[in-house]
C-alpha cells in the first residue's frame, strides 16, 4: 500500500518534478541555441570576409597577402583547381599566442592571374565560447531565480487557497456524533469550498440525528428489558418453590431460568456496547495492568480449580492509560473467554510486557475465522452458553482505546494479544 501525504504535499513534489525537468530541457535548449546564434554570427562575419577578397582579386587580379588580425586568421595555398565552399570547427594553432584553440573556418578556392588559391578565413571561438557560456550562466540564473521565486508564490498561493478545505478538515476530525452540538465549518468565499461545507454539514446533521436516534432506541431498549426480566425472574423463583412440582416440571423451570439468564447477560452486554460506543468512558487515568490481571486471576480461581488449569503468568509492573472500568471489563472477557474454551487440564499462558499483553489457551478445534471473529452474536465452536458478545465487547475497547487486537493459532494454541503505544 503507497504511504499517503497531504495534497499540498503531493502537489509541490509533482511541482518540483515537472519544473526541474522544464529547467533542464530549457538550459540545454538555451545552450543550443546561443551557440547556434553565434556561431552564425561567426559564419556571417566569414562571409563578408570573403566577399572582400572576391571583390579585392576582381579589381587587382590578384590576391591579398595573408594575415592575422586579433582572432582572425586569413591563409591563401595554391590549388588544383575550383574547390566546393564549406564551414567547417577544427582545432588550430593561434599564431599570436603559440596555443592551440577552436577556430571556425571558411574554406573556398578564387582564381586570379596567377591561376587558382585556395583561401581560408579563420576566425577563433574563444570569446565566443566565452560569450556563450557568460550568457548562458546570467540567463540560466535568471530562470532559476524566476522558477524558485515562481514557486515560493505558487505554494504560498495554493497554500492559502486550500486553507478553507483544511479547516473543514480539522473541524470534522475533531467532531463527534455524541458531542451534542451539530457539526458547524466556518464560512468560505469560495463557491466550491462553500458547497462542499453546505453538504457536509447537511450530511454530518442527519448523521447525527440518525446517531441520537439509535442511541436512545439501545439505551430505552436495553433499560426496559430489565424490568420484565426481573418480573420473570421473581416469578419463576416463586414457581420452583411451588408444592407438587414434577421432574419434568422442574426441568422445565431450569430450562426457562437459564435462557432468562442468557437473556439478562446479552441485555447487560448490549447495552454495555451501546455505552462504549457512545464514548461513555471517556475519562482515562494510568492503571496497573498488572495488579488487575492478578485481581483477575483471583477471581476465577474457584474455576481455574475446577477445570485443573495450569496458569504461566509473567510479566512486572505495566501502566498504560485506560478508563478503569474499561480495563475491568477488558481483562475479565479475555480472561473468561480463555477459560470458556479451555478443556480441563490444560494451560492459560499470560504474557504482559511494557507493549502489550497476550493471552493464550491450549483448546481443540481449528483456528477461528478471522473474518467473523470480532462480529456480535459469533459463537466459537458453537458455544451456546455464550451469548457471543464477549470478543465484541473487546474488539471495541480496543478500538476506543487506541489499542490493536490481533489473534493468532498454533497447534493446539489460540492467542489473543491486545498491543497499545509503548
Known amino acids: 500500500m503507497r504511504a499517503s501525504m497531504k495534497l499540498l504535499d503531493r502537489y509541490s513534489r509533482i ?36 566577399r572582400e577578397i572576391l571583390l579585392y582579386v576582381q579589381k587587382n587580379g590578384r590576391i591579398p597577402e595573408s594575415s592575422s588580425v586579433d582572432d582572425q586568421l586569413i591563409e591563401f595555398h595554391a590549388a588544383d583547381g575550383n574547390d566546393q565552399r564549406r564551414f567547417q570547427t577544427l582545432d588550430l594553432v593561434d599564431p599570436t599566442h603559440g596555443d592551440k584553440e577552436k577556430f571556425r573556418q571558411l574554406r573556398f578556392t578564387v582564381r586570379d592571374t596567377q591561376g587558382w588559391h585556395l583561401v581560408l578565413v579563420s576566425k577563433a571561438l574563444e570569446q565566443t565560447d566565452a560569450l556563450v557560456t557568460t550568457l548562458f550562466f546570467i540567463t540560466t540564473v535568471t530562470i532559476l531565480f524566476i522558477l524558485l521565486l515562481s514557486f515560493a508564490i505558487n505554494r504560498w498561493a495554493v497554500k492559502r487557497l486550500w486553507r478553507p478545505f483544511y479547516a473543514v478538515l480539522d473541524s470534522v476530525r475533531h467532531y463527534k456524533l455524541n458531542d451534542g452540538a451539530p457539526l458547524r465549518l466556518p464560512s468560505t468565499t469560495v ?30 431498549a436495553t433499560h426496559e428489558l430489565q424490568t420484565p426480566i426481573a ?79 495450569q496458569v504461566e503468568h509473567s510479566g512486572d509492573t505495566v501502566i498504560i492509560r485506560i ?15 480463555a ?20 493471552v493464550c489457551n491450549t483448546a481443540d478445534g481449528p483456528a477461528l475465522d478471522e473474518q467473523t471473529l470480532y462480529q456480535r452474536f459469533q459463537r466459537g465452536n458453537g458455544n451456546r452458553g455464550s451469548a457471543g458478545l464477549g470478543l465484541a ?27 497499545w503505544p509503548a
Open 393 to 419: 465487547l473487546i474488539k471495541q475497547i480496543c478500538d476506543v482505546s487506541g489499542f490493536r487486537l490481533s489473534y493468532r493459532h498454533s497447534g493446539n494454541r489460540h492467542c489473543f494479544r491486545v498491543s
Open 231 to 309: 418480573v420473570v425472574r421473581s416469578k419463576l423463583d416463586l414457581l420452583q418453590q411451588e408444592p407438587g412440582l414434577g421432574a419434568q416440571g422442574a426441568a422445565a423451570l431450569q430450562g426457562a431460568y437459564d435462557s432468562l439468564q442468557r437473556l439478562d447477560r446479552l441485555n447487560a452486554s448490549l447495552l454495555l456496547l451501546a455505552r462504549i460506543e457512545n464514548r461513555q468512558f471517556a475519562d482515562t487515568e494510568p492503571v496497573d495492568v498488572n495488579e488487575l490481571l492478578r485481581a483477575k486471576l483471583r477471581e476465577f480461581q474457584e474455576l481455574l480449580q475446577e477445570k485443573e488449569i
Open 323 to 337: 478508563n478503569p472500568a474499561l480495563c475491568q471489563i477488558l481483562l475479565n472477557n479475555l480472561l473468561s473467554n
Open 15 to 50: 511541482n518540483v518534478g515537472a519544473t526541474i525537468a522544464i529547467f533542464l530541457v530549457a538550459a540545454l535548449a538555451l545552450f543550443v541555441s546561443l551557440h547556434y546564434i553565434l556561431l552564425q554570427q561567426i559564419d556571417d562575419d566569414l562571409r563578408i570576409e570573403e
Open 191 to 220: 463557491e466550491e469550498f462553500q458547497f462542499m461545507n453546505e453538504r457536509i454539514e447537511a450530511f454530518a446533521g442527519q448523521a447525527r440525528l440518525d446517531f441520537l436516534a439509535l442511541k436512545t432506541f439501545s439505551e430505552n
Open 339 to 358: 477459560l470458556r474454551y479451555t478443556a480441563t487440564g490444560g494451560t492459560l499462558q499470560l504474557n504482559l510486557d511494557k507493549a502489550s499483553l497476550s
